[in-house]
């Protein structure tokens, strides 16, 4: 089964604007991650956050952690054509990785 | 540098027909191993992961099973194929740098397995 769900399913916005996409998870972890994949193919990773920070940036994504909520969102900044793809929290408890069921966004220029 | 070879990329297998799907990891030792399944338009189904050789936890009852024979290898099998086990296999490694594991996957490219 999957860990969790992530807000919205899809989300289409134009280039330049914020994306924004939040994700709940259900066990306790040690950290979470996102992922990004493109046209059904390979994962690849953006990000990892500790379940002792917060917040963290990294180029134009950022991302911020409730534990206390257990819930993640991932906001990606002036986007580009570029970042249209399907995005990915994963929950880490400890070795196992659990995927949530994704975001599709779609950046239209 | 480390890589990850998932082969074969594309299979037509008939109902019934066993499965051998087979993943190797190259430039590391002792890397976390994962298989999951995703369905079109769907999110990643956790199979199996295992943390060392011989030890393998599994995450769904179904007809499939996983074997790691040696420390980079890892292998999803199944006896005998159902319509429902098509889907996107892909397979993943992790390092491990201390107990907490906070470390990324690398992710295959994938195996679409259609069954018919």
């Known amino acids: 089964s999957q860990q969790g769900e992530e807000d919205p399913q899809a989300l289409s916005i134009q280039e330049g604007e914020n994306a924004t996409m939040n994700c709940s998870y259900k066990?306790?972890?040690?950290?979470l991650q996102w992922y990004r994949q493109n046209s059904g193919r390979g994962l690849v990773h953006l990000i990892l956050?500790?379940?002792?920070?917060r917040e963290k940036h990294s180029g134009r994504l950022r991302v911020t952690l409730d534990t206390s909520k257990k819930s993640s969102s991932l906001l990606i900044t002036a986007s580009r054509a570029a970042d249209t793809a399907s995005y990915f929290c994963?929950?880490?408890?400890?070795?196992?990785?659990?995927f949530g069921a994704g975001t599709q966004v779609v950046v239209t220029p | 540098s480390q890589t990850i070879h998932q082969w074969p990329a594309t299979l037509v297998q008939p109902v019934g027909s066993p499965l051998s799907l087979e993943c190797t990891v190259e430039?590391?030792?002792?890397?976390?191993l994962y298989w999951y399944r995703q369905a079109a338009g769907r999110g990643l189904q956790l199979l199996f992961y295992?943390?060392?050789?011989?030890?393998i936890s599994s995450e769904v009852p179904q007809n499939l099973s996983a074997s790691r024979p040696q420390d980079r290898q890892f292998i999803l099998s199944s006896k005998k194929l159902l319509l429902s086990d098509s889907g996107f296999y892909l397979c993943?490694?992790?390092?491990?740098?201390?107990?907490?594991?906070?470390?990324?996957?690398?992710f295959g490219q994938g195996t679409r397995l259609t069954v018919v």
């Open positions: 956050i500790r379940s002792n920070e």
């Open positions: 295992s943390v060392g050789i011989g030890q």
């Open positions: 993943a490694w992790r390092p491990i740098r201390d107990s907490y594991m906070n470390t990324e996957a690398f």
């Open positions: 430039g590391t030792s002792n890397p976390n």
């Open positions: 994963v929950a880490d408890s400890w070795g196992k990785l659990q």
């Open positions: 066990t306790s972890i040690n950290n």
